[in-house]
């Protein structure tokens, strides 16, 4: 079970951090990552991060903004969003894979967290 939390309305330039909190499994054997989706949009990639979070993976539009980052021992994947744009507006999720390697799908979704911007 994925659980986002930290969601909510910021204004630009503000700052947000999202938590995921999983449960089951062995949270070390997950690659994770965090995706957004606004409204009348597709589901997009935001950033990853590996089993052990020695490697991270961002999308172009959150570089140097965004913050992905995970504690083992809390079960638990981090996402620090700073200087937020009202463009960041979306749902954001977090998911899990247990596939080898870096994964090009997820097998675990969370239930999504609303971050808004307003400008």
């Known amino acids: 079970q994925l659980v986002e939390s930290g969601g909510g309305l910021v204004q630009a330039g503000g700052s947000l951090r999202l938590s995921c909190a999983v449960s089951?499994?062995?949270?070390?054997?997950?690659?994770m990552g965090w995706f957004r989706q606004a409204p009348g949009k597709e589901r997009e990639f935001v950033a990853s991060v590996s089993r052990s979070g020695a490697n991270t993976d961002y999308a172009d539009s959150v570089k140097g903004r965004f913050t992905i980052s995970r504690d083992n021992a809390k079960n638990t994947v981090y996402l620090q969003m700073n200087n937020l744009k009202p463009e960041d507006t979306a749902v954001y999720y977090c998911?899990?894979?247990?596939?080898?390697?870096?994964?090009?799908?997820?097998?675990?979704w969370g239930q999504g967290t609303q971050v808004t911007v307003s400008s």
């Open positions: 998911a899990a894979s247990m596939r080898i390697g870096v994964p090009k799908k997820y097998d675990y």
């Open positions: 089951g499994g062995t949270f070390s054997n997950y690659y």
